[in-house]
């Protein structure tokens, strides 16, 4: 073999040797090599609570959610927001057994109706998971607190307005949300209560509307057909009160009709600025959620807390409101 080989070959084992090193070097860097990790930030909050409406949409519930949520913010709780897309008491009812069978540290929630829903917060309560009623009361259950509406009173304080806008003289259609839910049933018995010692007001029928405005209006022509002498509604949720007034206004009837409705939806405060409904009565959902979280936390940290808190309630006639009509004041249930 020539020197010129000799050499050449010698040349081509270092570069061999040389390559190899540098694929192994580079090699074990790029399996070695750690690619920058984003830091996650990993909340700790000091519980879990439950917030379970009777419809997820409802513009009410959103309220009362945002209120909740505002205090969640505040006291450093997880909160979540979980229930029926509709109002479904079935499905309202397993989405509470649920949370219970989560181990959430509290529940909120309505007490619908007693014979459903008291059992199943008995059962919760008895396992140790604090429940609170929202908005509507389960009174006979082990519920440990309920904050929200006096709902009796309510339907009182809607009473009275008719009594004093109407002179004590009307009949009177009630349309109301539910024959079967706590809070529908105890704004019509504050009403007729409220009326009763007048001799000049007569309730002529009531009708159930399952918080439907569609069904409202149907039930609100219904009733103009049957008994043409009805000059007054009393509608018992939100969207009573705008059906009947669609149906009145249908008819050329706002300077006949009298309607007093319940909360104040955007089109509830149309209707009232055009003179169609007369009077409403306003909640206070937002306050209703907030200041159930901060009970809820009482509880758990062993302070007292009331029974019973009623939130405030009153009468909104078009003269209490505001001059612009972004201005909301409440909403819907």
């Known amino acids: ?72 913010k505040d006291y450093h709780i997880m909160l979540e927001y979980v229930g029926p897309k509709q109002a479904n008491i079935e499905d309202h009812l397993k989405t509470i057994e649920m949370s219970a069978a989560s181990k959430v540290d509290g529940i909120m929630t309505q007490g619908l109706s007693d014979e459903q829903f008291t059992p199943l917060i008995n059962r919760v309560v008895e396992k140790g998971i604090p429940v609170i009623t929202v908005d509507t009361d389960a009174a006979n259950s082990k519920r440990i607190a309920y904050i929200g509406t006096d709902n009796y009173y309510s339907g009182f304080l809607a009473g009275k307005a008719l009594i004093a806008d109407t002179k004590g003289q009307a009949n009177v259609a009630i349309i109301t949300g539910s024959f079967i839910k706590n809070h529908q049933i105890q704004r019509v018995k504050g009403f007729r209560d409220a009326v009763m010692a007048e001799k000049g007001i007569q309730i002529v029928d009531v009708e159930e509307s399952e918080i439907s405005r569609v069904k409202a209006a149907e039930k609100a022509y219904k009733i103009l057909q049957d008994h043409p002498e009805v000059n007054a509604f009393f509608g018992t949720s939100a969207l009573d009160g705008i059906g009947i007034a669609q149906v009145v206004e249908k008819y050329n009837k706002q300077d006949q009709v009298y309607i007093v409705g319940f909360d104040t939806l955007p089109e509830t405060i149309n209707y009232m600025r055009k003179g169609t409904i007369k009077a409403t009565v306003v909640q206070e959902p937002f306050e209703m959620g907030y200041k159930a979280v901060k009970m809820m936390i009482d509880l758990i940290e062993g302070q007292k807390v009331p029974p019973i808190v009623h939130t405030d309630t009153r009468i909104l006639r078009v003269g209490d409101l505001p001059v612009s009509n972004q201005d909301r004041l409440g909403v819907n249930r």
């Open 1 to 72: 073999m020539s020197r010129l080989s000799i050499t050449a070959y010698t040349f081509g084992i270092i570069f061999f040797l040389v390559s190899c090193s540098f694929a192994g070097f580079y090699g074990y860097k790029v399996v070695t090599h750690h690619l920058p990790k984003e830091e996650k930030k990993i909340e700790k909050y000091n519980y879990h609570f439950m917030l379970v409406p009777e419809e997820l949409d409802n513009e009410y519930w959103r309220l009362v959610e945002k209120g909740a949520r505002a205090a969640a």
